[in-house]
């Protein structure tokens, strides 16, 4: 019989979510020895985050969205992405959706803030890093401001900025 506690639901949801999505990506890439532990105070904050990616992987746009604040930013991996909720809205609701499976998460708590990173896998790019920072809310945690990013690695970094440099003084644009 499922529990009558609420708390203690969350937290199997949420257990059974990350084992899921763990499971996901250790079959595309080495899985990372550090894992955050798993706190009930943490729980509704890794599941907000594992609703998003799976929201997003089947474009489900009005839940997707319902997880952000109504002033929130969403800030893409072009420097030119740098999105206040309607303008996102609008590039993704004709979209498929898109799909990132998480690697490993850090959560940082400090109060009515976290602050988190991930790191995501995604078939097209392979790996990317989300950040963001959630708010508690009245109705929860909501997310304020989420930055997907491609890391580089450190031997790689001067020929890829010289890349990203070139190609931004070839539209006499400079990179914002």
């Known amino acids: 019989m499922i529990s009558q506690n609420p708390m203690k639901v969350v937290l199997l949801l949420v257990l059974l979510n990350l084992l899921t999505f763990t499971v996901n990506a250790e079959q595309k890439i080495k899985h990372d020895s550090f894992q955050q532990p798993l706190t009930a105070e943490l729980a509704p904050?890794?599941?907000?985050?594992?609703?998003?990616?799976?929201?997003?992987?089947?474009?489900?746009?009005?839940?997707?969205?319902?997880?952000?604040?109504?002033?929130?930013?969403f800030i893409g991996t072009d420097a030119s992405e740098h999105w206040r909720m309607p303008e996102f809205r609008k590039y993704a609701s004709p979209t498929r959706g898109w799909r990132y499976d998480v690697h490993h998460r850090t959560l940082n708590h400090h109060g009515n803030v976290i602050v988190f990173d991930e790191i995501l896998y995604n078939s097209s790019y392979g790996l990317s890093r989300g950040t963001g920072t959630l708010l508690l809310t009245k109705n929860?945690?909501?997310?304020?401001?989420?930055?997907?990013?491609?890391?580089?690695?450190?031997?790689?970094?001067?020929?890829?900025?010289?890349?990203?440099?070139a190609e931004s003084s070839q539209k006499n644009k400079p990179v914002p």
């Open 45 to 73: 904050a890794h599941q907000l985050l594992d609703q998003l990616h799976a929201y997003a992987a089947s474009a489900n746009w009005p839940a997707y969205f319902n997880l952000y604040l109504e002033n929130a930013v």
């Open 140 to 165: 929860g945690w909501k997310i304020a401001q989420y930055h997907l990013s491609f890391p580089i690695p450190n031997p790689m970094a001067k020929k890829i900025t010289a890349q990203i440099q």
